[in-house]
């Protein structure tokens, strides 16, 4: 059974940094891509970042970009998020998805129950 679970999230002043993890499960974890997304409330999903199986190649959404950092573990089967320099519109509940074989970044067949970051001073 694949299992993705988030960690890490909480409550952070602007400008701080949290970093998050997803341990995953069930599955060859270095085979696969990996996605971060997040849902702010009342808001449909944002792509947050997306990295290869390797960790050779990342990319991230404009709004992210210099300040958050994806990475992995393979050898823990876990994937990271470190978000540094954050701001209230960071808000949201993050997931961990897991990219589609042979599909763009922005298709994913499982994801996690997602971890809570809320930025608020």
């Known amino acids: 059974e694949v299992q993705l679970v988030e960690s890490g999230g909480g409550l952070v002043q602007p400008g701080g940094s949290l970093r998050l993890s997803c341990a995953a499960s069930?599955?060859?974890?270095?085979?696969?891509?990996m996605s971060w997304v997040r849902q702010a409330p009342g808001k449909g999903l944002e792509w947050v970042s997306f990295?290869?199986?390797?960790?050779?190649?990342?990319y991230y959404a404009e709004s992210m970009k210099g300040r958050f950092t994806i990475s992995r573990d393979n050898a823990k089967n876990t994937l990271y998020l470190q978000m540094n320099s954050l701001i209230f519109e960071d808000t949201a509940v993050y997931y961990c998805?897991?990219?589609?074989?042979?599909?763009?970044?922005?298709?994913?067949?499982?994801w996690g129950q997602g971890t809570q970051v809320t930025v608020s001073s």
């Open positions: 998805a897991r990219v589609v074989r042979g599909a763009w970044y922005s298709s994913y067949d499982y």
């Open positions: 990295i290869t199986q390797n960790g050779g190649i990342t």
């Open positions: 069930g599955f060859t974890f270095d085979d696969d891509r």
